[in-house]
């Protein structure tokens, strides 16, 4: 099998509107690594250096994001926040995500991948320390913004990259950095009140810049290889012209189908987290066994983001995992709405499963697409529309008991998401590419 050469980093990019090879067979001649040249001691080396960076940008994905809301009321003795300004807070996450799930690719195709990240990490380090030394709430959001954007990058970027640099390890490497973005989300609430009681909150929710800072460097010898990479490269014969079709993400009833999974499983995920301890507190329950839970439904996260992308890239359709993970919800919310106080362990722990559905959608974005350039455009097309749809399920759930005062109506809510997530499922679940489907 004759080895081609890969092309810069810039054009493994991420565009909603994509030219990719007329081709039966998934393309990898595009990416650093293939099966055949895995094993190569100099690309093996640049490999264990990417997949550093990978785990370490998985670590801090989500510990500045969960370990604001234990101490915000140790924030608010010195800041004032009000009803409005935590709303606002809450939403940020979301919103700089579907953000950046729909400028990402552009920034991609201009920069290459290596440096969209290097700016990620800039971004969310500078925020975290920005607005650790806030001195009043207007600035606290804005450099939490600019932390959220830095962070929703990172998330859009992850799958094409893992795609790129492991197109042989794709459900174990998923396996990897899902796992961590699980426990990034859980570890942080455990320690932001002790670190503020002995530290105070500044240091509580600073200090996570230093995960931020720790991964620039695999990134930074990366993009440094690459630049290498490209001048050898310039003095290479071109590669033969291969016959190119149009594919337009938002005509793809795959990126459609994927967009729906993303944005169930967030709408899901998110109104969980904002109001699982309210509700428990309406079933007489206190503070601190509300917060336990909420720790205890995040952790549930840790087992299935380790075996379901192992599981569901061994299957040809993954669907019926996915239909499980839905019942998985739908049996725990028929517990905490018809008896929250009596099986509480229960019913959350079904709930928590039903979050193997978010793993199952990342894993899928590189199933579904034969390229690089493919799973970039999946990527940000799918996270941009499901955290879009993700930034109104929290606060409709809250609206919902306030306007009804029963929250079966938000739960209500909730189960139209499962439709939308289990029919989103059902279609991107199909073994077919995003590639396969062109426009002219």
């Not at 579907?98 to 969209?116: D, H, S």
């Amino acid at each position: 099998m004759v080895k081609k050469p890969a092309p810069a980093a810039g054009q493994a990019c991420l565009q909603t509107e994509i030219r990719v090879p007329r081709t039966n067979q998934p393309q990898i001649a595009n990416q650093p690594v293939s099966k055949d040249t895995a094993s190569v001691p100099g690309l093996r080396r640049r490999r264990l250096i990417v997949l550093a960076g990978i785990l370490i940008m998985a670590l801090s994905l989500r510990l500045a994001v969960s370990g604001v809301s234990p101490v915000l009321a140790e924030i608010s003795k010195e800041l004032p926040f009000g009803p409005a300004s935590i709303g606002v807070l809450g939403m940020l996450p979301t919103a700089a995500f579907a953000l950046a799930g729909f400028t990402t690719p552009a920034l991609i195709r201009k920069l290459g991948i290596p440096a969209v990240l290097l700016g990620s990490l800039v971004l969310a380090a500078t925020g975290q320390i920005g607005r650790a030394l806030a001195s009043d709430v207007p600035l606290f959001l804005g450099f939490s913004a600019v932390t959220m954007v830095g962070y929703g990058l990172g998330n859009i970027v992850m799958p094409p990259l893992v795609k790129r640099y492991f197109p042989d390890r794709i459900g174990l490497v998923t396996s990897l950095y899902v796992t961590l973005l699980a426990v990034s989300t859980a570890f942080s609430p455990l320690v932001a009140v002790p670190l503020a009681n002995t530290s105070g909150w500044r240091w509580s929710i600073g200090i996570w810049a230093g995960v931020s800072l720790a991964a620039l460097g695999p990134w930074v010898a990366t993009l440094l290889g690459e630049r290498a990479t490209r001048r050898a490269e310039a003095v290479q014969p071109p590669l033969a012209a291969v016959p190119h079709a149009k594919v337009r993400v938002w005509s793809s009833p795959v990126a459609w189908g994927l967009a729906m999974v993303f944005a169930g499983t967030s709408t899901n995920t998110f109104s969980m987290f904002t109001w699982l301890p309210p509700l428990l507190l309406d079933a007489g329950m206190n503070a601190a066994e509300g917060g336990t839970l909420l720790s205890y439904y995040a952790i549930l996260g840790l087992p299935t983001s380790l075996l379901v992308p192992y599981l569901a890239a061994r299957m040809r359709n993954p669907f019926p995992l996915a239909a499980l993970f839905v019942l998985c919800y739908a049996g725990g919310y028929a517990g905490l709405l018809l008896s929250p106080s009596s099986g509480t362990i229960l019913w959350i722990t079904l709930a928590g499963l039903g979050q193997g559905t978010f793993a199952m959608a990342l894993l899928l974005v590189n199933l579904r697409t034969r390229t690089t350039a493919g799973s970039g455009a999946l990527s940000g097309f799918a996270q941009g529309i499901g955290y879009s749809v993700a930034c109104l399920g929290p606060l409709t759930f809250g609206l919902l008991k306030d306007i009804t005062g029963t929250w079966a109506t938000s739960f209500g809510l909730l189960a139209v998401s499962l439709v939308v997530l289990v029919v989103g499922a059902f279609i991107v679940s199909k073994p077919r590419y995003l590639e396969d489907h062109p426009r002219a």
